[in-house]
C-alpha cells in the first residue's frame, strides 16, 4: 500500500530565515504530487504540482518554490520566510482522480 | 474564479441523528467531487467520493451529487461522537490536477 511522509512535522522559524519541508511517498511510481497550505480560517490552497521529475506547476505566486529530484520526492522551500508563511503545509499524491494527504507540517513563523 | 461554497457551521447533531453537509459549486464543467474529514490538527482523509448525478453509499455515509444545481451533500447516518470533525468538500474540473475545496463544514456530533 501507498504511504506519505512529511518531515518536520512542527516547524518554528524567524522571520526571514530559509525553509526546506520535505515529502516523500512510498508504495506507488510515478505519482502527481502537490503542496497546499492551509492558514486558520482558510481553505485549503494549492501552491504547486508536479506530473513528474523537475516538472513543477505553481498555482500561487509568492515567495515559495517547490522541486521534485526524484520521482517520490517533493521539496517546498523558501529563501526568507514571511509572517504571512505561517499554516499547515501538506503534501499530497494521487495517481487517478483522487489525492491523498500526508500528515502535514505546521508552520510557525515569528 | 472556481468556488465552493460550504456552511462553515458549527453543525450540531446528538448521536444517533443524521447529519447532513452541504456544498455548493460554481464550475459546471466540474467532473470529480469529494469529501475528505479533517479531524483538529491533522490532515484531511478522504472519506467518498463521486462523479454520477444520484446517490452513492458506503457504510454510514451517503454522497449525493446534482449536477444541474450544481450541488453536493453528505449524509451521516447514525452520527457518532468520532465524527466529529470538519467535512471538506472538494470539487475537480475534467483534465485538471486541481482540487478546489471549500472552507468546510465543523461537525459536532452531542452524546
Known amino acids: 500500500s501507498q504511504t506519505i511522509h512529511q518531515w518536520p512535522a512542527t516547524l518554528v522559524q524567524p522571520v526571514g530565515s530559509p525553509l526546506s519541508l520535505e515529502c516523500t511517498v512510498e508504495g506507488t511510481s510515478n505519482p502527481n504530487l502537490y503542496w497546499y497550505r492551509q492558514a486558520a480560517g482558510r481553505g485549503l490552497q494549492l501552491l504547486f504540482y508536479s506530473v513528474g521529475i523537475g516538472q513543477i506547476s505553481s498555482e500561487v505566486p509568492q515567495n515559495l518554490s517547490a522541486s521534485r529530484p526524484q520521482d517520490r520526492q517533493f521539496i517546498l522551500s523558501s529563501k526568507k520566510l514571511l509572517l504571512s508563511d505561517s499554516g499547515f503545509y501538506l503534501c499530497?499524491?494521487?495517481?487517478?482522480?483522487?489525492?491523498?494527504f500526508g500528515p502535514g507540517t505546521r508552520l510557525l513563523v515569528l | 474564479q472556481k468556488e465552493v461554497e460550504q456552511n462553515s457551521g458549527p453543525l450540531s447533531v446528538p448521536e444517533g441523528a443524521i447529519a447532513s453537509l452541504n456544498c455548493t459549486y460554481s464550475?459546471?464543467?466540474?467532473?470529480?467531487f469529494f469529501w475528505y474529514r479533517q479531524y483538529s490538527g491533522k490532515s484531511p482523509e478522504l472519506i467518498m467520493s463521486i462523479y454520477s448525478n444520484g446517490d452513492k453509499e458506503d457504510g454510514r455515509f451517503t454522497a449525493q451529487l446534482n449536477k444541474a444545481s450544481q450541488y453536493v451533500s453528505l449524509l451521516i447516518r447514525d452520527s457518532q461522537p468520532s465524527d466529529s470533525a470538519t467535512y471538506l468538500c472538494?470539487?475537480?474540473?475534467?483534465?485538471?490536477?486541481?482540487?478546489?475545496f471549500g472552507k468546510g463544514t465543523k461537525l459536532s456530533v452531542i452524546p
Open positions: 499530497a499524491w494521487s495517481q487517478g482522480e483522487t489525492q491523498y
Open positions: 464550475d459546471r464543467v466540474s467532473q470529480s
Open positions: 472538494a470539487v475537480k474540473g475534467a483534465g485538471s490536477y486541481q482540487l478546489t
